[in-house]
Every structure is written in structure tokens, then in C-alpha cells.
């Protein structure tokens, strides 16, 4: 029975949410009924984190679904923002429509480089984060764009419910769609079958580039949009600043069930994952643990899981088995003889 | 028959691609030479020097980077973040007097980098993920480290790398010295022509008897290497140090490793080649620079010139 509990719980679907769990558990037996960690003020916090983080883990996980890597993220995540808050002074909806439109577009052209001319994502998707990088700066002028318009920052950070914003809602809302299209949609099917064996995918009639393009398309969607409602709600763009959200992207898409060898993530998943990163964030600095603590913890997470991942894990840990059951059985005979 | 002759269509085309590359290396070359001679003030010895200084510091970490690119492990996102600690580390020990903080900035390197080429190596972790961690735990343990201070030389003798011999900044001939034992290491040893095998095709080289995980981490701990020397020559010029010193470095490095010419797959490449990235790139900075262009534009230039170049790469690559 206790066996079957925990083979549950650390089966590749629950695990990002028995992560979750053990996080919040770990972190309130340390605040140990303080009232710091459970407290509509860090959920809320917890909440706003996940709006910035959230929709960079889901773009960068839908890749890393269709086993490939878009670098490209952390610069769209900030040229949609200066794209936004360039032109949306006066028309806030039209900055945030070219922002992601910006994003579906670098996705579209990266998509079509990587299947017409066959080249590796981690490569075209290099060149892309420069060239985005590039895009912003330029657009920007090097120096922090301000966003006149402030109502819109206050609406869109306005706590409702306690424990939501309108930038959280958004957030949520869009992990809600991608969830439904990969649950219940040939989508998902797709996604994943184009993952785990590209060419047996292709042998069965898929038309994986297409599905490749597309998952480009929404991943620099996803990102652009997380851009355009960070840089709203803080009311200023800036080029540089915003690109250190690729480790903890990657981090979160990880711990949230995604594998790099394809093929395996949900939107769910990645959304427990980037909840866990969150309340390890906002959880940790309201105990009022020093904020370095969380990078170790991060990067810690993140190299556990690369490892438990790795091709090779199995093999050198039969090996070592085997290895340390020869041994015994050697001492044992020379022990009898 | 027919498949004979179906190879040698395909041998010449890909010929034709090879010298369509080889015409367009040569006429970037010529246009970049051009823009970079009619230039004023291009060929003053400020400029050629500023290039030299410039070039030395990212140039060791491209250097570096092109060891992990060769084993088929395409890039570190960490390097830039080893460039700063191993500067962090440099200054701190600079009490112990030069030598010793010398050698344990470059101890440092090594070991931080080669244990991430042991968990590439050994367990087939992916690359660009264990490179992740590692930025996020070096960010959090110099972070812990110093308190978010920074840090300032605990001793004398930084002089040394920043004066000249025989006109020339010291940083760079550090540089060059660097190249230079890297492209020999590639060369003419048995471990650095294991790298190339291992990037090739890492299947057939553990067939052929190459211990994988061993090229590896070696190939990581000289990228670790050449990150220290950037730092030390960093933490040198600006004489005091904090996170932020290498920050970005990785990027530019790999821009360099890639318009340099080694495959982003692994398997072909060397350190004369990004000296050669890292030198076009510092030209065209410098050129852009002395025409008045702003530093954002140069930003925007490198990276359609690394998504260009990677692009032509694989037109001329397919057989």
C-alpha cells in the first residue's frame, strides 16, 4: 500500500506536484507556525512571481516537449516588453497585440530555418536570442524605456479575489488553454508523438515540421506575452535585466515534469513547476532566508534533475550494483575457502 | 551504376556549396577589410590597441568555449559566470602574492568546469542544462561569498598585466599564449584529436576505445582554464571585481567560436578559428564604433551575423 503511494508520487505525472507539496511542507515546518510562509501576502506574491516566470517555462517546456531547445525566449521575453511599452502608450491592447505578434513572428521564421535547412534549435535559436537581444537594444535605445501610461500598471497588478492580479489571471489562463488543446486536441497527441520519435512520427503520416513551426510559434508567443505584462506592470521596459529569466525557465519546466529527451511535460506540469520555484522564491525570502539561498536551491533542484535525467544514469547505476554484488559474492568465497 | 552516379552528383553538388561558401567567407572578408581600411582612424596604434585589449578578455573565454563546442557539447551558459568568480577569487587571494593567486584562480576554473564535464561526460547530462545549474549555484555561492560586496585587491602585483612588451598589452600576449597552447593541444595531442572524435560521432569513438567521459571532462576542465585566465586578466584591468565583470561573456564567446567556423555540432573546430570569430567580430565592433553607429546597433549586427553564419554553415556542410 505505502509502496504503491509512493510509487505514485513519484511517477513522471505527479511528480512536479509531489515536489510542490514537499516544498511548501519543507518550508512551513521551517517557519514553524510564524504565520511568514502561510499567509495571503506570499500566496499573493507566489501568484505574482508565477505571472513573470510562468509563461517563459511554458514556452521554453513546449520546446523542450518536441525535443528541441529555444534559447530564444529570454531575448523575446524582453523585445516584446520594449516592443509594448514603445508603442502602447496611448493604446495599451495594440502594444500588447505587436508584442506577441512579434513573438509568433521570430517563432514562425526560427521554426522555418530549423526544418527547411534542418539545423539543431540550440544554433538557430542562439542567433535568435542575439538577434532579439539586438532588436531590443535598438528599439530601446540602450536605457530603460518608461511607460506612460500607469493606470494601466495599477490595473493590471490590482490584487482581486485576495489573491490574484489581472497579470496572474492572464497567466493562469493562458496554461488553462494550452492544457485543454494538449488534453483533449490531436495537438497534444501530436506534440508528444513528434517528441518521443520524430521519424517513427513522420513514418505514421505526421506532418512534424509543421508541428515543430507551430510549437516556435507559441513558445515565442507565450514568452512575448509574459514580456508585455511584466514590463505594463512594472511600467518601464528595459534590454537588459529581464535576460537572467532563462535559468530559472529552464529550471521550472524541469522540475515541472518536462524531459530533454522529449516527449514527456505538460502544461500542468510545468505550471506545479514553476509554482514550486515560485513559493521556494517568495516562501524563502518571507522566513526571511537571505536571497542567495534561493539560486543555490535552484541551481541544486536543477543539476539533481539534469542527472536523474541523463541517458546514462541507469546504466552506470546497474553497473555499480552489479559490481558491488560481485564484490560481496568474492569475500564470500574467500571468506568459505 | 545509377548509384554511382547519383554519388557524384551529390559529391559535386555539395562541392558547389563548399565553394559557394568558400566565395562568401571570401567576399564578408573583403568587404569587412574594406569598410575596416577606409575607416579614419582604424589603423591608429589607440584603435589597434583598444582592439587587442578587447578582443584578450572575451577572446580567452571563446577559446575556452571552443573545446566544449568540439566535443558536441555546443555551449556553456556557466563560462561567464566562471569568468567573474574566478576574478572574485584572483583578487581574494592576491595576499598569498601573485603566484599563488594565480594558481588557484586557475585551479578554481578548472575544477568548477571540469565537474560539470564529468556530469556531461559521465551521465550524458544535457550540456546546456547542467551549464544552467552551474550559472545558478556560482551566482548563489559568490553571492554568499561576498555579501553582494565588492571585491578589492588583497595584494600587490596586478601591474604586471597591464603594462606592454615590445609595444604590445600584455593581456594580449596572454591571449595569444593562450591560442596558441590551445591550438596545440588540438593539434598535435593524442587527447586533443580525441576531442574532435568525441564531437564527430561520440558512438563510434567510444567503439574505437576512447574513454568519452574522460575527453570530456578534460575538454571542460581547459575551458575552465581559459575562463581564469580571462577573469585574472579581468580582475587586472579593472582592478576590482564583482558578478557582473564576465556577465554576458558566454554569448559572445559562442557568437565567436560559431563565425569562427567550428561546427555547432561538434566534431570540427579550432582556437585559430575563434581567434579568427573573435577577431572579425572586435573589427566590426571597432568599424561601426568609428563611424558613429551606436552601441545598441553593434548588439543587433553580431546577432544577425551569428544567425547568418550558422545558417551558411549548413549549406556548406550537407553532403
Known amino acids: 500500500m505505502i509502496q504503491q503511494v509512493g510509487r505514485f508520487l513519484i511517477a513522471p505525472a505527479a511528480r512536479p506536484f509531489t515536489i510542490m507539496a514537499g516544498a511548501v511542507?519543507?518550508?512551513?515546518?521551517?517557519?514553524?507556525?510564524?504565520?511568514?510562509?502561510?499567509?495571503?501576502?506570499?500566496?499573493?506574491?507566489?501568484?505574482?512571481?508565477?505571472?513573470?516566470?510562468?509563461?517563459?517555462?511554458?514556452?521554453?517546456?513546449?520546446?523542450?516537449?518536441?525535443?528541441?531547445?529555444?534559447?530564444?525566449?529570454?531575448?523575446?521575453?524582453?523585445?516584446?516588453?520594449c516592443i509594448a511599452v514603445i508603442t502602447g502608450g496611448t493604446n495599451p491592447w495594440l502594444g500588447a497585440l505587436l508584442g506577441v505578434a512579434a513573438g509568433v513572428v521570430s517563432g514562425l521564421i526560427q521554426g522555418l530555418i530549423m526544418t527547411r535547412l534542418k539545423l539543431s534549435s540550440v544554433g538557430v535559436t542562439l542567433g535568435g536570442l542575439l538577434t532579439l537581444q539586438g532588436l531590443a537594444y535598438v528599439l530601446s535605445g540602450n536605457q530603460t524605456v518608461s511607460y506612460p501610461n500607469m493606470s494601466v500598471a495599477?490595473?493590471?497588478?490590482?490584487?482581486?479575489?485576495?489573491?490574484?492580479?489581472?497579470?496572474?489571471?492572464?497567466?493562469?489562463?493562458?496554461?488553462?488553454?494550452?492544457?485543454?488543446?494538449?488534453?483533449?486536441?490531436?495537438?497534444g497527441r501530436d506534440v508528444i508523438a513528434t517528441g518521443s520519435?520524430?521519424?517513427?512520427?513522420?513514418?505514421?503520416?505526421?506532418?512534424?515540421d509543421r508541428i515543430l513551426i507551430g510549437v516556435f510559434a507559441a513558445s515565442g508567443a507565450s514568452s512575448a506575452l509574459a514580456g508585455v505584462l511584466l514590463s505594463y506592470s512594472l511600467g518601464a521596459a528595459s534590454?537588459?535585466?529581464?535576460?537572467?529569466?532563462?535559468?530559472?525557465?529552464?529550471?521550472?519546466?524541469?522540475?515541472?515534469?518536462?524531459?530533454?529527451?522529449?516527449?514527456?511535460?505538460?502544461?500542468?506540469?510545468?505550471?506545479?513547476?514553476?509554482?514550486?520555484?515560485?513559493?521556494?522564491?517568495?516562501?524563502?525570502?518571507?522566513?526571511?532566508?537571505?536571497?542567495?539561498?534561493?539560486?543555490?536551491?535552484?541551481?541544486?533542484?536543477?543539476?539533481?534533475?539534469?542527472?536523474?535525467?541523463?541517458?546514462?544514469?541507469?546504466?552506470?547505476i546497474t553497473a555499480w550494483r552489479l559490481d558491488r554484488a560481485e564484490r560481496r559474492a568474492q569475500t564470500f568465497t574467500a571468506k568459505l575457502s | 551504376m545509377t548509384e554511382i552516379a547519383l554519388n557524384n552528383r551529390l559529391r559535386g553538388s555539395g562541392l558547389r556549396a563548399r565553394h559557394l561558401v568558400l566565395g562568401i567567407r571570401i567576399v564578408a572578408a573583403a568587404t569587412i577589410a574594406g569598410f575596416a581600411l577606409t575607416t579614419q582612424g582604424f589603423l591608429s596604434t589607440l584603435s589597434i590597441n583598444a582592439l587587442l585589449t578587447a578582443i584578450s578578455f572575451v577572446g580567452c573565454v571563446a577559446v575556452g568555449m571552443t573545446f566544449i563546442t568540439l566535443t558536441g557539447n555546443i555551449m556553456s551558459l556557466a563560462l561567464g559566470a566562471t569568468v567573474s568568480a574566478t576574478a572574485l577569487t584572483f583578487l581574494a587571494t592576491l595576499s598569498f602574492g601573485i603566484v599563488p593567486a594565480l594558481l588557484v584562480a586557475l585551479l578554481f576554473g578548472v575544477v568548477i568546469t571540469g565537474l560539470q564535464g564529468f556530469l556531461v561526460g559521465y551521465f550524458q547530462a544535457n550540456p546546456i542544462l547542467v551549464s544552467i545549474a552551474a550559472l545558478s549555484l556560482l551566482l548563489g555561492a559568490a553571492a554568499f561569498a561576498t555579501g553582494g560586496h565588492r571585491i578589492y585587491p588583497a595584494g600587490e602585483g596586478l601591474a604586471i598585466f597591464k603594462g606592454r612588451i615590445a609595444g604590445i598589452p600584455v593581456q594580449a600576449l596572454c591571449f595569444f599564449a593562450t591560442v596558441i597552447a590551445a591550438q596545440f593541444i588540438l593539434s598535435w595531442t593524442r587527447i586533443g584529436r580525441q576531442m574532435a572524435m568525441v564531437g564527430s560521432n561520440s558512438r563510434?569513438?567510444?567503439?574505437?576505445?576512447?574513454?568519452?567521459?574522460?575527453?570530456?571532462?578534460?575538454?571542460?576542465?581547459?575551458?575552465?582554464?581559459?575562463?581564469?585566465?580571462?577573469?585574472?586578466?579581468?580582475?587586472?584591468?579593472?582592478?576590482?571585481?564583482?558578478?557582473?565583470?564576465?556577465?554576458?561573456?558566454?554569448?559572445?564567446?559562442?557568437?565567436?567560436?560559431?563565425?569562427?567556423?567550428?561546427?555547432?555540432?561538434?566534431?570540427?573546430g579550432s582556437a585559430v578559428r575563434t581567434l579568427v570569430g573573435v577577431t572579425v567580430i572586435a573589427i566590426i565592433e571597432v568599424v561601426l564604433l568609428l563611424r558613429g553607429f551606436s552601441e545598441q546597433l553593434q548588439y543587433l549586427i553580431t546577432g544577425i551575423i551569428v544567425l547568418a553564419v550558422i545558417m551558411l554553415h549548413v549549406v556548406g556542410e550537407r553532403r
Open chain 1, 239 to 316: 534590454p537588459v535585466g529581464l535576460s537572467d529569466v532563462l535559468a530559472p525557465a529552464a529550471a521550472a519546466a524541469i522540475v515541472g515534469g518536462v524531459s530533454v529527451v522529449g516527449g514527456r511535460g505538460s502544461p500542468a506540469g510545468i505550471a506545479a513547476g514553476v509554482l514550486t520555484l515560485c513559493i521556494l522564491r517568495s516562501g524563502l525570502s518571507a522566513i526571511g532566508v537571505p536571497p542567495y539561498v534561493h539560486d543555490l536551491v535552484t541551481g541544486g533542484i536543477l543539476l539533481f534533475i539534469a542527472v536523474l535525467d541523463a541517458p546514462e544514469l541507469a546504466r552506470h
Open chain 1, 25 to 81: 511542507v519543507v518550508l512551513g515546518l521551517i517557519d514553524r507556525g510564524n504565520g511568514y510562509f502561510f499567509s495571503l501576502g506570499t500566496l499573493f506574491s507566489v501568484m505574482q512571481l508565477f505571472a513573470s516566470l510562468g509563461l517563459v517555462a511554458l514556452g521554453l517546456g513546449l520546446s523542450m516537449m518536441v525535443r528541441e531547445f529555444d534559447l530564444s525566449v529570454a531575448g523575446m521575453f524582453s523585445l516584446a516588453g
Open chain 1, 154 to 187: 495599477l490595473g493590471l497588478n490590482a490584487p482581486f479575489a485576495q489573491l490574484f492580479s489581472v497579470r496572474s489571471a492572464v497567466a493562469l489562463a493562458v496554461f488553462l488553454l494550452a492544457a485543454l488543446l494538449m488534453r483533449y486536441t490531436y495537438v
Open chain 2, 204 to 268: 563510434a569513438a567510444t567503439a574505437a576505445g576512447i574513454e568519452t567521459t574522460w575527453t570530456i571532462t578534460i575538454a571542460y576542465m581547459a575551458a575552465g582554464a581559459c575562463a581564469a585566465i580571462s577573469g585574472v586578466l579581468l580582475a587586472a584591468r579593472y582592478g576590482s571585481g564583482d558578478m557582473e565583470l564576465g556577465a554576458g561573456y558566454d554569448y559572445t564567446a559562442i557568437a565567436a567560436v560559431l563565425v569562427g567556423g567550428t561546427a555547432i555540432a561538434g566534431g570540427s
Open chain 1, 197 to 208: 520519435d520524430r521519424r517513427a512520427s513522420r513514418v505514421a503520416g505526421l506532418n512534424t
